[in-house]
């Protein structure tokens, strides 16, 4: 689990460029980077806000805690926000939530939290916590934000809900009971939250403490409030834009809850909380000179610190130890890459993967060891050596050829396998996300790892650092610049019916309508593939094309149109029609369904698989009598 969790944080820090997620082009983050980084080391503090909905959390806290204070903090969203609206495309549910998720990260990626989510779906809206439990199974839940909670181990809890009907939507409730209910869960365990609190941004009275959000960060030269906002206008599908003013912006909490035995004046978030790294005071000097010594204009100043520190360190504590790692490359000027030569592959497909480190500091670096790492079945062939020495200045190119495991899946979301199982009326079945099946480290994150990795091992002023990156495609646009697209995996064509959804009057038996199925080819170079249409029982298609469809390129795309009547004896119902493409050869094999990305230019692109069908409702249509359309 750490695993994954870890590469989210050290990506953001070695990203460069606002906007573009975990596919930016190399680069360390610069002082930026470095100095957020530091903020987060030498102390142990930790945070975890718990809402219902992407756009729920309180956003000026989150900034203000993570970029100010220098804690590691995270929000917890009950769902993805599948039932709500979407102002920018046509996607709605499963799909909406896919958006919506990414939207997070790209709020993320500005205020320095981290993002987590639970199995439940958001089913639309509801008005009270009863009307939500009938959804969503009590039980499930708490074990999900329990698990998010052992995980990540915060010393506070901060509710964006009260749990009460003041809260109005049912599902807003349902997140202030269950963040209340885990608190109590672990109230005396050794190891559980000290504190709970509550946004009370709306209720001035009941505030126990007001932050200042409107302080100035000196590295962005914005206030935190400013940074929130601008994380807050990611949110484009909700129509969350907003003003990113100036001056201060005050952040009210509650404190609802305190740990037997903690109790005293609540004067701040971590007051009364042990928040020392015990044993560990050399580790911590070391951390504070490199705070101090910190300069912008030669940030390499505190590599020998930050070396000596990750000695200190050892191996104790991986949270701590990933974020010095990648401090300390970054104030060497070390980056990694990874690029490869497709972005849409196919099962048994080879690629060519060419892995850079870059020292652009001032000082040398022993490349130890750099590698590629795929799932489980695929082959990785290194091509060139990988040990040598990286002198200030240079770009050391190392190129393995990888070959797709010849049962590789197409690419989806991890919760996205089965479809969700939505409620049917019995309290027995949730709107819940199925997660059997997928692995247990991947449960609760945005999105599971990428598929395929750089992992550089080198040698920096005599301390081991591992970095890591994801391997994309990239190339260039004219009228933007580089462009970079995650590796995702398909089947040798991609099938698509138009329109994938027809309403039929039933009394207009005989009648024809056309349908339009699509194959894009996707492998590399000629290929041929004949297309299958499948029929309702008792349905029949018009003439059908009787030659295959031939492709000279990969991507390329070609279409057949067939005619369909809706035959005699057929009542109003639900009916489907589906489409295939076989392929010619002894490895063309069948396609019946597609991949899809939703790509925007605000949120990382993410695939989801389309079945290769369209839905015909046959129905009484009975429309007025019209005298006159004015």
Partial sequence: MWRALRFSLVASLSAAGP??????????????????????????????????????????????????MGAQVAYLSLNRGEGGQNLIGPELGPELGVIRSEELLAARELDGARQFFTRAYDFGYSKTADETWRFWPRDSLLEDV?????????????????????DGHGQHQVSGLLARQAFEALRDSSWGPVKLYRSANFDTAGASLVLDA?????????????????????????????????????????????????????????????????????????????????????????????????????????????????????????????????????????LQVEASVWNAGDSGSTLDGIDVTAPLGWSVERIDPSASPVAPGALA?????????????????????????????????GALYDWS????????????????????????????????????????????????????VTRPFDVEVSPDLVVWPADRRGTSRQFTVSVTNRARGPAVASVRLTLPRGWAAGAVPSESLAFQREDEAKSVTFTVSLPAGVGPGVYELGAAAIGGGPDGGTSESALVVIAYPHIRPRPVVHPSTAGIRVARVALPALVRVR
């Fill in 19 to 68: 906007g573009l997620g975990q596919l930016a082009p190399p680069g360390t983050g610069g002082v930026a980077a470095l100095a957020a980084a530091l903020k987060q080391l030498g102390a142990n503090k930790r945070v975890l806000m718990i809402g219902a909905h992407p756009d729920d959390e309180t956003s000026d806290l989150l900034a203000l805690l993570a970029r100010g």
């Fill in 146 to 166: 329990l698990d998010v909670i052992r995980r990540f181990r915060p010393q506070v809890l901060i509710s964006v809900f009260s749990g009460t009907p003041r």
């Fill in 214 to 350: 409107g302080a100035l960060d000196p590295v962005t030269g914005r206030s935190y409030h400013q940074v929130a906002m601008a994380g807050r206008s990611r949110h484009r599908s909700q129509d969350q834009g907003a003003l990113e003013r100036p001056g201060p912006s005050p952040v009210r909490v509650a404190l609802l809850e305190v740990r037997r035995g903690r109790d005293g004046p609540d004067v701040g978030i971590f007051a009364g909380i042990d928040t020392l790294l015990h044993g560990r005071e050399g580790y911590v000097a070391l951390i504070d000179s490199a705070r101090a010594r910190l300069n912008p204009s030669r940030p390499s100043a505190v590599v020998p610190l930050l070396a000596r520190a990750l000695r200190a360190l050892g191996d104790g504590d991986a949270g701590q130890r990933d974020i010095l790692q990648a401090a300390l490359a970054t104030a060497a000027g070390v980056s990694i890459d990874g690029v490869a030569d497709d972005d849409i592959v196919i099962p048994g497909e080879r």
């Fill in 397 to 429: 190119i190392r190129r393995f050829a990888l070959t797709v495991a010849r049962d590789a899946p197409r690419s989806r979301p991890y919760f996205l396998g089965p479809r969700p199982r939505l409620a049917s009326g019995s309290p027995l079945h």
């Fill in 437 to 488: 099946g997928v692995p247990p480290e991947w449960r609760g994150l945005p999105f599971e790892p990428p598929p395929v990795e750089v992992v550089a091992r080198l040698t920096i002023a005599g301390s081991a650092v591992t970095l890591r990156r994801e391997v994309a495609y990239r190339y260039r646009d004219q009228a933007i610049g580089e462009v970079r697209r995650p590796l995702l």
